[in-house]
């Protein structure tokens, strides 16, 4: 690629693509509410919102590099968006049959979908202009992400959560026709953007030269779980995606269970998206130039050990502050923990990042665990102490596991 190139035309569809990721991910939360209130579920049967929705990464981390191999980059991002428009269809069916395993499935397709592009588009933020620069870029298309999020939750909070009381006696079907709409118009629009994408002439496609990440070192190691910052950092990204939906996809419901009303505490999941902006900010201006990706994982455990621990000692709005506080402290552990656990595999980078996607089960899993416990405790704030933990572990990859290169 020419050094001068203008890259502004391709950036600009890029960050269009996290906007939409965005836009769809962070909307999970209100969903799990609006599903709970329309259906009548328990804590836990409300998360498989977010286990339908995460568990696809695990599933098609892998097989998405194959079909990239196949079709490219820019057709592979086409798919991924036509695919997502299947899954939100899905809802229009689903709403009229008042189906929640029919809502499950669409939530799944999306998942695909979403894996599919996110596999593509992800590249080009290293590409798309010099190497060194790359950290800032992915920060600035994280703040795109959850800008996207912020207002999808403002919009369909308002939409779908708006009149309802918790608890109330509703009609479902009239309570799931709210969703008929705006899905619909997603569905347009993720369809218009896959065929804007298929016919870009400014995406150019990511050679296998420039996807590798470290393909010069070698390394005599046969399997790349020979390498136990990996393991370790697999483990680590396991328990942090975990903990980042538990706290963003969670409060509304846990608002709502500490007497707020549904609409009132439809907005709280926006206050943990612009703290994590705020993360985002910070990282671009301390990241590497004040501190290092190290210690800002370090201070970043210890930071969400503690907003926990007041969070289970506190009542009411500030108990509920506490849990959107914890978006500042998971807004930089997903690329501080990357390199850590991928570095020295040499050639064996590109199937630890694929190991690492499939790590987003973390997200699928945990918040299932965090509401059957809930149930069991009969209280959402008791259910928080499983996040002590699992910032336990980040802490200890932070301090020692990822300095672990050999068994």
Known sequence: MQENKNY???LIIIGLLFFVFGF???VNGTLISFF????????ANSYLVTFAFFISYTIMAIPSSYVLKKVGFKKGMSIGLAIMAIGTFTFVPAAKA???PLFLAGLFTIGIGLTLLQTASNPYATILGPRESAAQRISILGIANKTAGIISQKVFGGILLAGSVAGAAISPKAELAKVITPYLILTVVLIILAVLILLSKGLPEVSEEQESVDGSKSTNKTSVFDFPNLVLGLIALFCYVGVEVIAGDSIISYG?????????????????????MLGYVLGIVLIPKYVSQQTWLKLSSIFGIIITIFALVTTGFTSVLCIAILGLANAIMWPAIWPLAIDGLGKFTKTGSAWLIMMIAGGAILPLVYGSLADYLHSSQTAYAIMIPLYGFVLYFAMLGYKKKTW
Do not use: H, R
Request: glycine content about 10%; overall charge negative.
């Open 256 to 276: 709502i269970s500490l007497g707020f009303s549904t609409e009132e505490a439809s907005q709280f999941g926006t206050y943990t998206l612009w703290l994590m």
């Open 8 to 10: 502004t035309g391709p």
């Open 24 to 26: 769809v991910t962070w």
């Open 36 to 43: 709970k209130n329309a259906f009548g579920l328990s804590n």
């Open 98 to 100: 008042e189906s929640y």
